[in-house]
């Protein structure tokens, strides 16, 4: 027979076992803000290392391609032999690429118009050069002249734009794409949209794909608004808003 303290040693053991509700909840939430610090220090890490190595390839890299250009036309101008020039020509042809693949490396990596002209004329460039390659209708509408924008907020938004882009050329067989950028001086705000095939709402508790779950994250981190519409055949509209004072 089982005496009333060996009982209570039971309870008290098997309760022990069971995580309070309170505590579980605050236990998430510690770890998804750890987990969104995290992606918001790697993302930003990324953008620095990103800076970074665009300098090097236009400084370095850049200066060296300029200077076996200089030093190719100076053998040009001495070398008679048609064999030779075709060859040395072939070469130019060769440096050529090569700087044109340096450049375009470093527009990747960060955009020179971003830092140069500000996030309209980055993103009116950008939009017009992807969908020019990709066939498809561009409707633009940026200011022509804004205030700048911090850089934190211009380039989570270039970025955010490149993702939803590149989605959109990738999947959504559209014809035309309409970008709009508006400020109200509280907030910085874009919509993206096309009109392509769509997709179905997703279940609440189904995840985003790795792409779209990285857009959120950067509105997140600035404490803006997210919003992402489509039903299938009637094609989808990315909105996203964000405090002007965000960092």
């Known amino acids: 027979m089982i005496d009333k303290q060996t009982q209570q040693r039971t309870r008290t053991a098997a309760g022990a076992g069971v995580p309070d509700t309170h505590e579980l909840d605050r236990l998430v939430e510690s770890r998804t803000l750890e987990l969104s610090a995290l992606s918001n220090h790697l993302q930003s890490l990324a953008e620095k290392e ?18 076996a250009k200089m030093d190719l036309s100076w053998l040009q ?17 060769v440096l050529d ?15 020179s118009l971003l830092d140069h002209f500000g996030l309209a004329t980055a993103l009116r460039a950008y939009v017009d050069s992807a969908c020019a390659k990709a066939g498809l209708k561009a409707d ?20 955010i734009v490149q993702e939803g882009l590149s989605n959109i050329i990738r999947h959504a067989g559209a014809q035309r794409v309409r970008l709009e950028l508006t400020s109200d001086g509280a907030n910085y705000a874009f919509t993206l949209s096309d009109d392509g095939s769509g997709f ?7 995840p985003w794909p790795h792409g779209i779950m990285g ?12 919003l992402l519409e489509s039903n299938s055949g009637t094609g989808t509209t ?8 965000a960092r």
């Open 140 to 159: 633009i509408r940026v200011p022509e002249d804004s205030a700048p924008i911090p850089k934190e907020i211009a380039i989570a938004l270039f970025r």
């Open 200 to 206: 179905d709402q997703k279940d609440p508790g189904d």
């Open 50 to 67: 990103k800076s970074a190595l665009a300098r090097t390839l236009h400084d370095q890299l850049g200066g060296l391609l300029t200077a």
């Open 238 to 245: 990315l909105s996203v808003s964000v405090p002007a004072g």
């Open 97 to 111: 690429e090569a700087m044109n693949l340096k450049r375009r490396v470093v527009e990747e990596l960060r955009p």
């Open 77 to 93: 101008s001495r070398v008679d032999a048609p064999a030779y020039q075709e060859r040395l020509a072939q070469l130019g042809s």
């Open 215 to 226: 857009m959120q994250q950067r509105v997140r981190a600035l404490g803006g608004r997210f």
